[in-house]
C-alpha cells in the first residue's frame, strides 16, 4: 500500500510539474506578444499571432528568436517607436536583432543585456547617440555588431573585450572620441574591423597583431598620430586590406612587404616621408594612396586579358575556317538533293544529272503525259519529293528562236503566284535537253479523271469547283499579271488535279 501510495504521488508531482511548466510556457509567450504590440513598430498587426508577422521569426516553442523591423517610414508618427519601448527581459530566446535604416534616436537602453542568446545585433543608419553603452559587453553569444552609421560618442569600452566569439566589429560613422582601447586585442576571432570616420586619437596601439585572423583593418578619417611600426601587424598573416588614410600619422613610409596577403594599403593624407635611395638626406612627403601588390595584380589582370583575346580570336578563326571547309565539302550534295525552293539552285549544271538519275534517262515508263512541245516525266529525289519535268521536244529546242523564248518563259513562270497555277520549282537549260520542273499533282489530269472509267470519282459539284478555280486562275493571268498573259490551249489535258 505504501509503495502505491509513493507512486502515485510521484505521478502527481510529474503532472504538476508538466502543467505548471506549459502555463509558464504560454505565459512567457503572452509577455512576448503584449512587448511587441506594446512598440508602435506592429501597430498594423492586432488580431493575428505575433509569429505570424514577417517581421517576427519564432522557434518550434513559439519563442521569438529574431526581430528583423522593416520601417519603410510607419515608424516615426509615435513616440512609442524605439529601442526604449522594448522590453528585452521578455526575450530570452532571441538571437538575431536586425533595426538597420529606421531613423531611430535616443540611448540604447541598458536594458539590452537581458538578451543573454543574442547573436547578431545590427542597429547602423539611425540616429543613436549617447556614450557607447559597455552593457554591450555582458553579450557574450554575440557574433556579429554593427553599429555604423550614428552618433555615439566617448570611449569605447573595456567589457567589449568579454565578446569572446565576436567575428564582425563595424563602429564606423560615429563621433567615439577616445584611443583603440586595449581590450580589442583581446577580440581574437575579428575578421573585419572597421573604426573608420571616429575622433580616435593617440597612436595605433601595437596589440593589434594579435588579431590573427583580421583581414579588413579600417581607421581611416581619424585623428591618430604618431609613427605606425610595420611590426604591430605583420602577425595579421590573413591581412588582405588596410586603409590608415586621412590621420595624423608621421615618420618614414613603413614596409609592409612582410604581410603577404595583403592586397590594398592606403597610406594618403597623412605626413609620411620616403628615404631617396641616392640621397639620404633628401625626403619627399608622400600625399598619394599607395596600394602594394595591387599594381603587379592590375598589370597581370591586363595581360590576362590580352591573352584570353588572343585565344578566343584563334578559337574563332580555326572555327571559321573548319566550318568554311565543311560548308564547302558538303555543298555539291546540298545543291543537288536539297529543297527545290529556288530557281537559282537548280540550273543545267546540275539539275540535268539528278533528273537523269532520277528518271533512268527519261525512260518512257516514267513518262506520265505528251502534248505538244514536250513530254511530262515523273521524278524522285533520293530526298523523298516527287516533281513533274516537262521535257521538250527536240525540234522545239532546235528552232533559233527557242533560246530567247524559253528563258522569257521561265521569267514569266517564276513571276506567277496564284493557289490554282502549278508551281515552278526550277529549269534546266542543257546543251542535250531542256525542261522545266513543276510540282506533282498525283492525281493526273482532268481528262484521265472524266474518262468512263473514272467518271464516278468526279460528281457535278467537283466538276463545278474545278471549273471555278480554272477561272479563278484564268482571271489572275488576264488581270492581274503585268504584262497580262494569254494561256491559248485550255484542255482538259492541261488541267491536272491534286489531292
Request: proline fraction near 4%; charge should be positive; hydrophobic fraction near 40%.
Amino acid at each position: 500500500m505504501w509503495h502505491t501510495l509513493t507512486s502515485s504521488m510521484q505521478t502527481l508531482v510529474v503532472l504538476i510539474f508538466i502543467i505548471s511548466h506549459a502555463t509558464a510556457h504560454d505565459f512567457h509567450k503572452s509577455l512576448e506578444a503584449k512587448a511587441l504590440r506594446a512598440n508602435f513598430w506592429w501597430r498594423r498587426h492586432t488580431v493575428s499571432t505575433h509569429c505570424t508577422w514577417p517581421e517576427i521569426t519564432c522557434n518550434k516553442e513559439q519563442g521569438v528568436v529574431k526581430i528583423h523591423v522593416n520601417c519603410k517610414g510607419f515608424c516615426f508618427i509615435n513616440d512609442r517607436c524605439g529601442m526604449k519601448w522594448l522590453e528585452f527581459y521578455y526575450f530570452p530566446n532571441l538571437k538575431v536583432l536586425f533595426i538597420d535604416n529606421c531613423s531611430l534616436g535616443g540611448i540604447i537602453p541598458e536594458k539590452i543585456r537581458n538578451l543573454p542568446q543574442l547573436e547578431y545585433l545590427d542597429i547602423s543608419y539611425n540616429n543613436f547617440n549617447g556614450i557607447l553603452p559597455s552593457q554591450i559587453g555582458s553579450l557574450k553569444n554575440l557574433l556579429a555588431l554593427y553599429l555604423s552609421q550614428n552618433g555615439f560618442t566617448g570611449p569605447i569600452s573595456s567589457r567589449f573585450g568579454h565578446l569572446n566569439r565576436l567575428k564582425m566589429l563595424t563602429l564606423a560613422k560615429n563621433r567615439i572620441n577616445s584611443s583603440i582601447p586595449q581590450c580589442i586585442s583581446k577580440l581574437k576571432d575579428v575578421e573585419p574591423l572597421d573604426l573608420s570616420c571616429n575622433d580616435l586619437v593617440a597612436v595605433v596601439p601595437p596589440n593589434l597583431r594579435k588579431l590573427s585572423r583580421l583581414f579588413h583593418l579600417d581607421i581611416s578619417s581619424n585623428q591618430l598620430s604618431g609613427v605606425i611600426l610595420p611590426s604591430e601587424l605583420t602577425r595579421c598573416f590573413a591581412l588582405e586590406y588596410l586603409d590608415l588614410s586621412s590621420n595624423n600619422l608621421v615618420g618614414e613610409r613603413p614596409n609592409f612587404s612582410n604581410i603577404p596577403s595583403l592586397v590594398f594599403l592606403n597610406l594618403s593624407e597623412n605626413h609620411l616621408t620616403e628615404q631617396l635611395k641616392n640621397n639620404s638626406s633628401t625626403r619627399r612627403v608622400l600625399n598619394e594612396g599607395y596600394q602594394q601588390r595591387f599594381q603587379i595584380l592590375f598589370y597581370f589582370d591586363i595581360f590576362l586579358f590580352i591573352m584570353v583575346g588572343y585565344v578566343f580570336l584563334v578559337v574563332v578563326y580555326i572555327c571559321y575556317h573548319h566550318h568554311k571547309a565543311k560548308k564547302k565539302k558538303i555543298q555539291p550534295e546540298v545543291n543537288r538533293h536539297g529543297d527545290m525552293g529556288s530557281i537559282l539552285n537548280y540550273d543545267g549544271r546540275i539539275a540535268y544529272k539528278d533528273f537523269k538519275k532520277a528518271t533512268e534517262d527519261f525512260d518512257l515508263k516514267y513518262c506520265i503525259g505528251t502534248g505538244g512541245y514536250g513530254s511530262v516525266y515523273e521524278a524522285k529525289l533520293p530526298n523523298g519529293k516527287t516533281f513533274a519535268l516537262k521535257k521538250l521536244h527536240r525540234y522545239e529546242v532546235e528552232q533559233p528562236t527557242f533560246d530567247r523564248s524559253f528563258r522569257n518563259e521561265v521569267l514569266v513562270l517564276t513571276n506567277l503566284r496564284h493557289k490554282n497555277i502549278m508551281k515552278l520549282y526550277g529549269f534546266c537549260f542543257h546543251k542535250k535537253c531542256n525542261f522545266l520542273v513543276y510540282e506533282c499533282m498525283e492525281n493526273g489530269s482532268l481528262f484521265c479523271a472524266l474518262r468512263d472509267v473514272e467518271a464516278v470519282k468526279v460528281d457535278w459539284i467537283m466538276r463545278v469547283n474545278i471549273l471555278k478555280e480554272v477561272a479563278d486562275a484564268l482571271a489572275y493571268m488576264h488581270h492581274d499579271c503585268n504584262p497580262p498573259i494569254i494561256h491559248r490551249d485550255i484542255l482538259s489535258n492541261n488541267i491536272l488535279l491534286n489531292s
